[in-house]
């Protein structure tokens, strides 16, 4: 690093090393099989005619799934006739529909399945029949889970809203769906989706309360969607919500991570880097590495003398000879040659 480069860049590679909390989405997801309930639509019928369509929901071996429920709804209205009820051959019939673009949804969360969807046209007569296949929820968690594993954040966030719509009062569910938007930079949808995970933490009965562990989790991923959206208030106050008792090692980890890879590097947001940072720092004096970012940020905003206390400090907590360790000494002697030609 070369005086020119640091006066006039005071640029830094950031990084964490060491264990970092990883904010994904768990293999295993409690799914507890509810009975699917869909309420009637209280709305103008204007979906109202004379057509019927006939179908059959059936498993990928061909099996028919008894039970299974099927709603239409009409265009994007959304309106619609109450579900119907697949009978033992696997068949089902609505009647009473206008001609137009429908959208079918099976749904065998009760059956222990998913559920599938299919648009079709209408007729006003002899519309062709048509097939649904419901998969099990199994099989759709360990497809979403190894397809989010793979990167393929979009096939996983809807193999899981498909899931979601099968088992609709299982909060649980989402969880990775705002995973999978969070991965794919949709952080506005990610937060509906955290916020009702937190939500359920707080109605649920005592004896399914989760853990604070999984409840400071859930916290840790949002507050990273917050930081990116630049959703200050709100992040600090999720921030709050974890508590003293609750900043493990691993969620001290996670808020550097934010701050460094989220606030620092990817918006460049060294200010409220730093106020990500005094938290921390607060939370957790003893951690070398808060010190050493807030430096780093310091440094940026070029606030030299705080940019100097902190790494001074850094250096002087840490005891083995890292690549930030090498790093913050070098940019110590790059701020003192500043200083002293002032």
Not at 168 to 181: F, G, R, T, V
């Amino acid at each position: 690093m070369t005086e020119t480069e640091f006066a006039h860049a005071r640029t830094v590679n950031l990084h964490i090393s060491g264990a970092i909390v990883k904010l994904h989405a768990s293999r295993w997801f409690v799914v507890c099989i509810l009975l699917l309930s869909v309420p009637s639509l209280v709305a103008a019928q204007a979906y109202k005619g004379k057509a019927k369509v006939k179908g059959t929901v059936m498993n990928a071996e061909g099996q028919p799934l008894k039970d299974a429920m099927v709603s239409a709804t009409f265009g994007d209205t959304g309106q619609g006739p109450n579900a119907v009820k697949v009978k033992g051959s696997g068949e089902f019939e609505v009647k009473d529909l206008a001609p137009g673009s429908w959208t079918f949804t099976a749904v065998g969360g009760a059956l222990g399945y998913g559920a599938d969807s299919a648009t079709v046209d209408v007729l006003a007569k002899d519309t062709p029949e048509f097939q649904l296949t419901l998969v099990p929820l199994q099989t759709m968690l360990d497809d979403a889970t190894a397809k989010f594993e793979a990167g393929n954040f979009d096939e996983a966030r809807d193999i899981y809203l498909k899931m979601l719509l099968a088992l609709p009062d299982n909060p649980a569910l989402h969880q990775p769906i705002a995973l999978a938007y969070q991965a794919g930079g949709n952080h506005t949808e990610a937060m509906k989706h955290f916020d009702v995970v937190l939500a359920s933490f707080a109605t649920a009965a005592p004896d399914a309360q989760a853990t604070p562990a999984a409840m400071t989790e859930v916290r840790l991923q949002a507050i990273r969607s917050l930081a990116l959206m630049g959703d200050y208030p709100r992040m600090h106050s999720y921030i709050g919500g974890i508590g003293d008792d609750n900043m493990t090692p691993s969620a001290v980890s996670a808020l550097l991570e934010i701050a460094a890879n989220g606030l620092m590097l990817e918006k460049k947001d060294y200010a409220q880097a730093v106020t990500l940072l005094d938290v921390v720092v607060a939370k957790a004096p003893t951690s070398p590495k808060g010190y050493y970012y807030r430096g780093m940020a310091y440094m940026q905003l070029e606030k030299d003398a705080e940019a100097t206390a902190d790494l001074k400090k850094f250096v002087d907590m840490s005891q083995v000879e890292t690549a930030e360790v090498t790093q913050a000494k070098e940019v110590l002697q790059k701020l003192a040659a500043v200083s002293s030609q002032q």
